[in-house]
Each structure stands twice: as structure tokens, then as C-alpha cells.
């Protein structure tokens, strides 16, 4: 018999955000691979659990995935949590949960706190469809590049954001996106200086510069989709077509080019056809 893998959220801030189920698990797993074992251990205490821990970080996982797998295959019940929310949301566990799957060890979330959907379920933007995109890159030109590939998109984008680059991160999203573009900051989400703000970027970064929005604790950045038209000249938009009617029927030519360039299937159906016969 292979023994048992469980993914526990864990709090992002308010202790009781734990489920009933994730503190049984936790007090009967025979290992809890932390994140950080002094950090987890203070939630534990907190908890009665006693379970002995494993530290399983970024700069052990590789070792350590090994080591877990060999003691789930002989049947070990184990449970992985990180500092805060769900383990492998921007935290470590994916190379586990990858071996275990491939070595046919079941794997069983245990759900809680994750701090994007904590803050997106508050923002009041689009939730039918989102993006999650973890921590937009630390350096300026970089991230400017991220936000820059991400200008057509129609999703709610979601981003993790520390404090010192907060503001940074908001003046950039300005930039690319235009002030007018609603967002949502999510400060110190479950804590006692919980602040969620949501309003166009122009608003936001005047918040921040009056100190009303303050650039301390954790941060969810949400980022409302893009719902302008996009235009594409039409030449643009004929060769689309024109290269995958090579392949396609008119129609469905017309209407993949219209999911690749934003557009009307309808607008590029009609436009293929009046140039038909150039
Ligand atoms: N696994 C976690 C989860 O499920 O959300 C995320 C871990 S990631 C290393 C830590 C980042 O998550 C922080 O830098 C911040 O962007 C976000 N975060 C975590 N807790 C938060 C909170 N209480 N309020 C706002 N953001 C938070």
C-alpha cells in the first residue's frame, strides 16, 4: 500500500482560516513537509498538532522530493504546507506532487486561504475569467515587457506584489495599461491592516502619494481585462485569414482570425469576402 500526499492550505494571516479538516489531517499525517519549520511550527503550536516536520524548501526540493517519494511508496501519510495559503502557489511543491503523481501516490488537496482568490472574490472586477500571473519580474524592464505582452488581454489579470516594489508596480501598470484602467489593491488581506481599494490607477497612485494606501505588508494586485477594441488594420487581418484559409474554410478561417487578433468574426468574414476577388 503507497501511502498519501496532502496538500494543506494553511492561513494567509487570520489564524482561524483554517479548515476543520486541514487540522485533522495535519495532527494525523505521520511527516508535515514545511516551507519553514520554525515559521509552520508557531501555526502548529497554535494548533495543538504535533506531527513531526521536515524542512522542504526551493533549495532542498530536489533532494528532498526523493526522499518523500521513497517514504509515501512505503506508505507514509504526509502533508505539505508553505508559510502561507496554498503550497505551490508561488511556493514550493510542484516537483512533489509531479514525482508522487508519477510514481501513482495519491494526492489530496486539503483547500484554504490562497491570497489571489481571496482578493479577486472582493475586487468587484470580472471573475468570469482570469489570470492568475504570480510576481511581475523585479527589474523595470522587465516587468515593463511582462505588462507590455499582456496590453490586449481581456482577462482579469492577477499579480503578487511585495512592498518595496509596490508603487513601482503601480506606476508601470500605469504606463502600459493607461491610468483610466481599474485595479484593485489588496493590502495585509485576513490581517488587522487589511485594506482593499479598488479604483482606476490614476486614483490608486494618488492614494499611495497621500499615504491613504500605505506601501507596507503583502500585496494582490488585481488588473481589470482589457475592454477597448483593438484595432488591427485590415491588411493585417486579410493575411491572418488569408494564410489559414490555405487550410480552413472561409468561416472557420474567419473565425480563428478573429480570436487571434481580437476582432469580429462577423467584420472579418465580410472583409475576406469584399476582397475576395482583389
Ligand atoms: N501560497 C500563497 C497563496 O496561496 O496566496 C502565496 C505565497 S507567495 C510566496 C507570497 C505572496 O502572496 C505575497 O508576497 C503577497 O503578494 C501574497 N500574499 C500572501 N498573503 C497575503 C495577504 N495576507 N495579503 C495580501 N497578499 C498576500
Given at each position: ?155 482579469t489579470m492577477i499579480f503578487y506584489e511585495t512592498p518595496h516594489r509596490i508603487e513601482a508596480s503601480i506606476q508601470d501598470i500605469g504606463d502600459v495599461f493607461g491610468e483610466a484602467r ?25 492614494r499611495f502619494k497621500d499615504g491613504t494606501l500605505k506601501a507596507k505588508g503583502e500585496f494582490v494586485i488585481i488588473v481589470e481585462g482589457n475592454t477597448e477594441d483593438i484595432s488591427i ?18 468561416k472557420d478561417a474567419a473565425a480563428l482570425t478573429a480570436r487571434i487578433t481580437h476582432s469580429k468574426k462577423n467584420d472579418v468574414y465580410k472583409l475576406a469576402l469584399e476582397n475576395r476577388?482583389?
Amino acid at each position: 500500500m503507497t501511502g498519501t500526499l496532502y496538500i494543506v492550505a494553511t492561513p494567509i494571516g487570520n489564524l482561524d482560516d483554517i479548515s476543520a479538516r486541514a487540522i485533522h489531517i495535519l495532527k494525523n499525517v505521520d511527516l508535515i513537509a514545511a516551507e519553514d519549520t520554525r515559521h509552520s511550527g508557531r501555526l502548529l503550536k497554535h494548533l495543538l498538532v504535533t506531527t513531526p516536520t521536515q524542512a522542504y524548501h526551493e533549495h532542498n526540493e530536489q533532494q528532498l522530493t526523493v526522499q518523500l517519494v521513497e517514504q509515501l511508496r512505503q506508505g507514509k501519510r504526509i502533508a505539505l504546507v508553505s508559510d502561507a495559503g496554498t503550497p505551490l502557489i508561488n511556493d514550493p511543491g510542484y516537483k512533489l506532487v509531479s514525482a508522487a503523481r508519477d510514481n501513482d501516490i495519491d494526492v489530496i488537496p486539503i483547500p484554504g486561504a490562497c491570497a489571489a482568490i481571496t482578493a479577486l472574490s472582493a475586487s468587484g472586477l470580472a471573475t468570469d475569467s482570469f489570470i492568475y500571473l504570480g510576481y511581475l519580474p523585479a527589474k523595470q524592464e522587465a516587468r515593463k515587457k511582462t505588462l507590455f505582452e499582456c496590453r490586449h488581454e481581456t482577462r482579469t489579470m492577477i499579480f503578487y506584489e511585495t512592498p518595496h516594489r509596490i508603487e513601482a508596480s503601480i506606476q508601470d501598470i500605469g504606463d502600459v495599461f493607461g491610468e483610466a484602467r481599474r485595479v484593485c489593491v489588496a493590502r495585509e488581506l485576513t490581517k488587522q491592516h487589511e485594506q482593499i481599494v479598488c479604483d482606476s490607477l490614476a486614483v490608486i497612485m494618488h492614494r499611495f502619494k497621500d499615504g491613504t494606501l500605505k506601501a507596507k505588508g503583502e500585496f494582490v494586485i488585481i488588473v481589470e481585462g482589457n475592454t477597448e477594441d483593438i484595432s488591427i488594420d485590415d491588411a493585417e487581418l486579410l493575411r491572418v485569414h488569408e494564410i489559414l484559409a490555405e487550410k480552413l474554410s472561409p468561416k472557420d478561417a474567419a473565425a480563428l482570425t478573429a480570436r487571434i487578433t481580437h476582432s469580429k468574426k462577423n467584420d472579418v468574414y465580410k472583409l475576406a469576402l469584399e476582397n475576395r476577388d482583389r
